[in-house]
T-cell receptor, first 118, second 116 residues
Framework: AQKITQTQPGMFVQEKEAVTLDCTYD???????LFWYKQPSSGEMIFLIY??????QNATEGRYSLNFQKARKSANLVISASQLGDSAMYFC???????????????FGKGTKLTVNP | DTGVSQNPRHKITKRGQNVTFRCDPI?????LYWYRQTLGQGPEFLTY????????KSRLLSDRFSAERPKGSFSTLEIQRTEQGDSAMYLC??????????????FGSGTQLSVL
């Protein structure tokens, strides 16, 4: 089974509007972290936001917020007030076993291509 | 520029040849990671180092692949006897390690390998 599922291959949004990018995950580990990265056409992955499994509140970083629904195992990224520069690939990722010295690897989804229209 | 640097940006090689990529992490970061990304997919973990010690290797890393990080500074990834299936973007990332697991990775721009 896939650990990270991103069901939207592509999304379109008008400039200045909000957009939600979906991410569901699969783990039996009680301690894990969820990350979102942005990959523009230049190729460099850029960290956006982090949510820990024990965090009580949804993470926010400027225009980015994470809608964390633990029971549903979803961690959707919300981008408010979209800008043309937000056009890029967006990847959801998970690291498991945070408190038991688990694997250091991040497992990534297949990504969602976001296009912001003027 | 104090970001993660990867060289070369592009590499074209013939099947069967050996290739080597270099990664220079952010200087104060003691952790260094290698990922591989094929078209239409997210990055896949290959290996990581803490200082000079290689602590984890993916099963994806066949015996044709070897990575080193001498003296805990830059790292090299070598692929021997390249195959067409090795064509991919090879991404390097570094991070500090605070022991919490939520440290973000800083990625380089990658090396695009094309095996003809």
């Amino acid at each position: 089974a896939q650990k990270i599922t991103q069901t939207q291959p592509g999304m379109f949004v008008q400039e200045k509007e909000a957009v939600t990018l979906d991410c569901t995950y699969d783990t039996s580990d009680p301690s894990y972290g969820l990350f979102w990265y942005k990959q523009p056409s230049s190729g460099e992955m850029i960290f956006l936001i982090y949510q820990g499994s024990y965090d009580q509140q949804n993470a926010t970083e400027g225009r980015y917020s994470l809608n964390f629904q633990k029971a549903r195992k979803s961690a959707n990224l919300v981008i408010s007030a979209s800008q043309l520069g937000d056009s890029a690939m967006y990847f959801c990722a998970m690291r498991e076993g945070l408190t038991q010295g688990g694997s250091e690897k991040l497992v990534f989804g297949k990504g969602t291509k976001l296009t912001v229209n003027p | 520029d104090t970001g993660v640097s990867q060289n070369p940006r592009h590499k074209i090689t013939k099947r069967g040849q050996n290739v080597t990529f270099r990664c220079d992490p952010i200087s104060e970061h003691n952790r260094l990671y290698w990922y591989r990304q094929t078209l239409g997919q997210g990055p896949e973990f290959l290996t990581y180092f803490q200082n000079e010690a290689q602590l984890e290797k993916s099963r994806l890393l066949s015996d044709r692949f070897s990575a080193e990080r001498p003296k805990g500074s830059f790292s090299t990834l070598e692929i021997q006897r390249t195959e067409q299936g090795d064509s991919a973007m090879y991404l390097c990332a570094s991070s500090p390690w605070g022991g919490f697991g939520h440290e973000k990775l800083f990625f380089g721009s990658g090396t695009q390998l094309s095996v003809l």
